[in-house]
């Protein structure tokens, strides 16, 4: 079954079972028809607002490119104008047969009744459609943004670690040993001079105030 097809089938059903209901409540309470009918209004707004965004979002997460994306504009406009002339036939039918749903004859109903029908099913839709396609948008974005941050934190692991007992950083190329410490290095004394300083200190240490006359 064709995409178009099932939403306006599937919203037909919704038009018919709300003028039902519509009908046997205002039959029931005659004074509250105006508060029946704007609720009833606010419900096939809100299904047909759901549907579209639901459909808007699963779009753009399948076709990130706006060009590849579905022609839902199409399929919403096809889908309203089933939806719209299968609840008129069907709620004249039942008004024919008992059920006190519409007092409108058939001509009205296929077509100023569907005209309107067919804007209250495409106008929410494609609203919904623009709201998830850019919800979809945001998800993708974020999603982008934490891979660059992933990729980016890749690349300096790669670039930096150890080598052998040493840590290495490509991009400061510095070499440094986790466990190094600061040494001081001293220049190495000859031999002779030590022997010179050694008889020195033994001659301090035996006539430590110089030799007596």
């Not at 519509?22 to 009918?37: C, Q, S």
């Not at 639901?54 to 779009?59: A, I, T």
Request: proline residues 4%; glycine residues 10%; aromatic residues 8%.
């Amino acid at each position: 079954m064709n995409l178009w097809l099932l939403r306006g089938l599937c919203l037909a059903a919704v038009h018919v079972v709300v003028r039902v209901i519509v009908g046997l409540l205002i039959i029931k309470w005659p004074l509250h028809g105006d508060v029946v009918r704007w609720v009833s209004l606010v419900v096939v707004l809100a299904i047909a607002l759901i549907w579209g965004l639901f459909d808007g979002r699963r779009d753009r997460r399948a076709n990130p490119e706006a060009e590849d994306g579905a022609d839902l504009t199409m399929l919403w406009l096809k889908a309203g104008i089933v939806g719209a002339l299968v609840a008129g036939i069907v709620c004249w039918i039942l008004d024919l047969v008992g059920i006190d749903v519409s007092s409108n004859g058939l001509f009205f109903e296929i077509t100023s009744g569907a005209a309107w029908t067919t804007l209250i099913i495409f106008v929410p839709a494609m609203l919904g459609v623009a709201i998830g396609r850019l919800l979809a948008n945001r998800e993708i974005s974020k999603s982008e943004q934490q891979r660059e941050l992933v990729g980016a934190g890749a690349r300096h692991s790669s670039t930096a670690g150890y080598q052998g007992d040493e840590y290495y950083d490509a991009p400061s190329g510095a070499h440094a040993r986790p466990d190094e410490e600061t040494t001081q290095e001293f220049p190495a004394v000859p031999a002779d001079d030590r022997s010179a300083r050694q008889a020195t200190d033994t001659g301090k240490r035996r006539f430590p105030f110089g030799k007596s006359k």
